[in-house]
């Protein structure tokens, strides 16, 4: 099969097509021809620093949107010819910018008829990211406050909608440009981050969303009441302080990483189905344009997701 990798870490150039053995799919998996990967700043990331992987090769991509080929022994949720999507465990379970992978099959939920391959694969990381940080963590519901940080992001606007699914009165950040499209999906308040200081409007809120870093997650936490928690998605948290200066305002910090989750998975499907939840697609790049695909995602202004066709 055909895969994108890359022998050393570096820029986009490091990345090249080879020539792999199809996976097999071992007791439990399922084999799935891969038809779409979403992008995520953590292949990016993976692709220049070696991040948790340490040192290629490798091939990344954690978003898959496929159907499956091959069911492994002892498999019966699935048959072959079924569409499911899925994120691929992280970090060890990378590499879907390739024709096929094979993970658990309870990694793959069906993927929502009312979406192509495509949207389904701008899907999984950034929605259970979102989802785990505010149902799972922050525990949002009817009548709760939720500040989302980049709301036009991949998770960001993924997570205002899931929290407006769940009741919550929700404030975005993001640049002017974006407003239109941040009340489109229903945010409360949106917030110029380039003009105004998310600390002048917002206060008592029951969580925080933060995907930005920096100075953005002890600021963050002088916006919750009591007993609020900042979900923190872009940092360590000791060697920031954050807990120490949390404890200090009696509020809560979590540092949270997006796991498989097929409840989860479903749950993000029945609202899709429901219509109360909508991928925005930004970009949709040939996998072997993976680096260009970066290169876009890397500057850091996408709106919603960026994917990668398996042709
Ligand atoms: N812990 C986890 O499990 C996990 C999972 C997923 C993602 N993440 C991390 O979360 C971060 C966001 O991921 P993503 O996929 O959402 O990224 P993304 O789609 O690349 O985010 C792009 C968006 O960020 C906005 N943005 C940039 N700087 C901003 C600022 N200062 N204030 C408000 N908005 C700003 C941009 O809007 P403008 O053009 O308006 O600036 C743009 O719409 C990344 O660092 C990623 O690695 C962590």
């Not at 701008?122 to 259970?128: E, F, I, S, T």
Request: charged fraction near 20%; hydrophobic fraction near 45%; aromatic fraction near 6%.
């Amino acid at each position: 099969m055909k895969a994108v990798s890359q022998d050393v870490l570096g820029g986009p150039d490091v990345l090249h097509t080879i020539d792999l053995p199809r996976p097999v799919p071992g007791p439990t998996e399922v084999l799935v021809r891969v038809h779409a990967a979403g992008l995520n700043p953590t292949d990016w990331k993976h692709r220049a620093t070696g991040g948790l992987l340490g040192e290629p090769p490798f091939v990344l991509g954690w978003d898959v949107s496929g159907v499956v080929e091959e069911a492994g022994a002892g498999s019966v949720i699935y048959k072959p010819g079924d569409e499911v999507f899925g994120m691929l465990r992280y970090p060890f379970g990378h590499g879907s910018f390739a024709e096929y992978v094979t993970a658990p099959a309870r990694t793959f939920a069906p993927k929502p008829a009312v979406l192509d391959h495509v949207q389904a694969a701008g899907v999984p990381l950034a929605g259970l990211t979102a989802w785990q940080a505010l149902v799972d963590v922050a525990r949002v519901r009817d009548g709760g406050e939720v500040l989302v940080h980049a709301a036009a992001g991949g998770v960001g606007h993924l997570a205002v909608q899931i929290a407006k699914a769940r009741g919550a009165y929700v404030y975005g950040t993001a640049s002017a440009a974006k407003h239109d499209f941040l009340r489109h999906l229903g945010v409360d308040e949106v917030i110029d981050y380039r003009s105004t200081d998310f600390t002048t409007v917002c206060d008592g809120l029951d969580a925080v969303v933060d995907t930005i870093g920096g100075d953005y997650g002890p600021r963050s936490l002088t916006v919750l009441r009591p007993g609020g928690v900042l979900v923190s998605l872009v940092r360590t948290l000791e060697a920031a302080g954050l807990r120490e200066q949390a404890a200090a305002l009696g509020v809560r910090v979590e540092s949270m990483l997006a796991e498989p989750d097929l409840s989860a998975l479903k749950s993000l499907a029945a609202l899709i189905e429901a219509g109360r939840l909508r991928v925005a697609v930004a970009a949709v790049f040939p996998l072997d344009e993976l680096g260009k695909a970066m290169e876009l995602g890397e500057s850091g202004r996408t709106t919603g997701k960026i994917v990668l066709t398996v042709p």
